[in-house]
């Protein structure tokens, strides 16, 4: 095993991984050893005959795993970003061999013993340290008896199957319904780039192939004039996940059932109980109410806007029609022209100019090409950024590209976490899926591509200005309702003057942005908000309603779609021509990613970072001694601080709601 590349640390700048030189055939042989390897380090901690200390336990479990976590996030990043054959039958056989491993570890009553004689240390991250692996270790079992601890394990190893099944379904699900066009004429709508796109993405077939996205709405429905056209796609972005061979139901009321079984055995009512004790909503109640107080204002919002496009229609409008005459409202009545607006928005621009820009004036690091280091597929680019003392502080790669293999949506990874333990630094990767244009052409962006560019670059400046000990608290290891404050606060400075001026300019004139149209854009904020906000709140009370079942009352459900209705319904937010933004069968955040009972989380993250960007708005924008405090308090601490207190001490007080309800036209909506 001596050249297998995976199992020496990379001699690449940050430990990139020297992508050129590692194959799939790799990756088995490299996690069988990470396992043992990692299996022999937690022996070793268990057998040590000294007294438990903090240092020769506590320390030792954070050094122990260097290998597999090494493996798993290469692995793991490219399974995400180019899921071919391979990788897909290499994540079958690996995800349920990791988490049977995971739990051999956790599970551990010699460890879990060590672990528990450990007195606290004197320093507020090691303190903080021993308090989360007590609570990691005991939300995980640890304290079950053997029976409890057996069917602990069964249960994780199915549920891990499950999740990876769910994830492979879909993408084969999503690819399989590409929408084919035969007849240039029903592409009407559409600018000559997108045509051309989509022919390139059409391949050998005769016509042009329209793939789906992530969400329940396909963004090409607010241009396409053909109704036929855009009732086609929505019909089958809405049933992803129930094809044959790729039906996710039987998948997903298994994993409910299973996720109620386990949360029950913790001793915990319901999946959103166990889940969200451990957030900053502090309960699955809190998540709920805040849902609950928001859900019928929105809803209420939306009927109206609906109403409003009948009247510009004059026509009967359905669910695939509504973002159609959602834009050509915005062009009306706020002189918005989406197509015109992207050519102010090409890629390169908006990232080096506006993305990185940004960041300059708030934190004083640069972002700098490392043409010298590839990335791990054609389209990837390599970024060292570097503080205000020009001192390195790590890597960003960039992934922004669509590709057939690519799972949809946009995220932040790592290859490497920072930890000063370890003497690491961070490793990013930012991923989005933007149609690539054709060679010498630039890509433009949608405004909401503009926002998601912002958006994953704030998750990165999580993970690269953290300044822990220990990796266990490093950048982005945080609660999920707290992970998307730093994210959703830096989409701020995307329309921000000091920034969009040092962007925005037209594509082919040189031009910057005309600011009446600025203007419009921010006039236009929160029309279609109703919408909006219905659709991502239908979807996060879907995901509390599965995850509040108790073991018994999931072993009841047999019906997915009479299980939507009746949820949707008892929420307030079965309104006519809108679909949740994922549905139970595409739902990929909770089905096969992290996000199982914390969707409501991108809402709750929103009133943090409304209220944050209020600060900055008083005291003088984007400015080196904003970002210093915003750095300082929060960014740099990852997990290692109490979350209300850092912002309390950041804000001066605790969190407001009402810039939220603002920004989401929802200004009254809560007593």
């Known amino acids: 095993m001596t050249d297998n590349p995976l199992l020496t640390p990379s001699d690449l700048p940050y430990g990139l991984p020297d992508f050129a030189a590692i194959s799939d055939d790799d990756v088995i042989p490299a996690f069988r050893v990470a396992f043992d390897d990692h299996l022999a380090e937690v022996r070793a901690i268990v057998e040590n005959p000294a007294e438990p200390t903090f240092e020769n336990t506590l320390e030792a479990l954070e050094r122990s795993g260097r290998l597999l976590d090494r493996v798993a996030s290469y692995f793991f990043n490219l399974a995400g970003t180019d899921a071919t054959d391979s990788r897909i039958a290499i994540e079958a056989e690996i995800v349920p061999l990791l988490a049977a491993h995971n739990d051999s570890i956790v599970l551990d009553p010699g460890l879990w013993q060590r672990i528990a004689a450990v007195q606290p240390p004197e320093d507020e991250e090691g303190r903080r340290l021993l308090e989360k692996i007590r609570s990691d270790f005991e939300r995980a079992g640890a304290d079950l008896d053997e029976d409890g601890k057996a069917r602990l394990k069964e249960i994780n190893t199915e549920l891990s199957e499950l999740s990876n099944r769910f994830g492979e379904n879909l993408l084969k699900d999503t690819q399989a319904r590409a929408v084919l066009v035969t007849d240039r004429v029903e592409l009407a709508g559409l600018s000559d780039s997108t045509i051309d796109n989509l022919r390139r993405n059409a391949g050998d077939k005769d016509g042009w192939l329209i793939p789906l996205e992530l969400p329940s709405i396909q963004s090409l429905l607010a241009q396409l004039t053909n109704a036929d056209l855009r009732a086609r796609i929505l019909e089958q972005s809405l049933a992803r996940g129930t094809g044959d061979g790729n039906d996710n139901r039987p998948i ?83 002189q918005v022209d989406q197509e015109a607006l992207r050519k102010y928005f090409p890629l390169d621009r908006v990232l080096t100019d506006g993305v990185f820009y940004a960041a300059n004036l708030l934190y004083g690091i640069t972002v700098e090409p490392r043409d010298d280091l590839d990335g791990y597929a054609p389209g990837t680019r390599v970024w060292e950024v570097k503080d205000s003392d020009d001192s390195g502080i790590g890597l960003l790669v960039t992934d922004f590209f669509a590709r057939s293999t690519k799972r949809g949506g946009a995220w932040m990874s790592s290859f490497v976490d920072q930890s000063k333990l370890l003497g690491t630094k961070p490793v990013v990767v930012n991923v989005l899926n933007i149609p690539e244009p054709a060679e010498g052409k630039q890509a433009l962006l949608t405004l909401d591509e503009v926002m998601t560019l912002f958006h994953e670059f704030g998750h990165g400046l999580h993970g690269l200005l953290s300044d822990v000990t220990y990796p266990r608290f490093s950048g982005t290891n945080v609660p999920r309702d707290f992970v998307e ?106 089905f096969a990613g992290g996000y199982s009972a914390g969707y409501y989380s991108y809402l709750w993250a929103e009133a943090l970072d409304a209220d944050g960007f209020d600060w900055f708005e008083q005291n003088g924008g984007a400015t080196l001694d904003g970002g210093a405090r915003l750095r300082e308090l929060i960014l740099s601490k990852g997990g290692s601080i109490d979350y209300d207190e850092a912002y309390r001490a950041f804000r001066g007080r605790d969190k407001d709601i009402g810039p939220l309800l603002a920004r989401r036209g929802l200004a009254g909506a809560v007593g």
């Open 252 to 334: 997903l009321l298994r994993e409910i059932k299973l996720r109620a079984e386990r949360a029950e055995l913790l001793g915990f009512d319901s999946h959103a109980d166990y889940v969200i004790t451990n957030e900053t909503a502090g309960s699955a109640a809190a998540a709920r109410k805040l849902l609950t107080d928001l859900g019928p204002a929105a809803a209420a919002n939306a009927e109206g806007e609906y109403k409003r496009l009948l009247d510009l229609a004059d026509e009967n409008i359905g669910a695939a029609d509504w973002p159609y005459w959602a834009e050509r409202r915005r062009a009306e009545e706020f």
């Open 485 to 590: 404050f730093p994210s959703q606060f830096n989409e701020n400075w995307a329309l921000e003057p000091a920034v969009l001026g040092n962007y925005a300019f037209h594509v082919e004139t040189g031009e910057p942005i005309p600011e009446e149209l600025v203007a419009a854009v921010k006039r236009a904020a929160t029309a279609g908000e109703g919408f909006a906000t219905t659709e991502y709140i239908a979807a996060s009370a879907l995901d509390l309603a599965w995850h509040s079942l108790s073991a018994a009352e999931a072993e009841q459900i047999d019906d997915v779609e009479a299980f939507e209705a009746k949820a949707l319904e008892e929420a307030g937010l079965a309104v006519d021509n809108i679909s949740p933004r994922y549905r139970s069968t595409y739902f990929n955040h909770i």
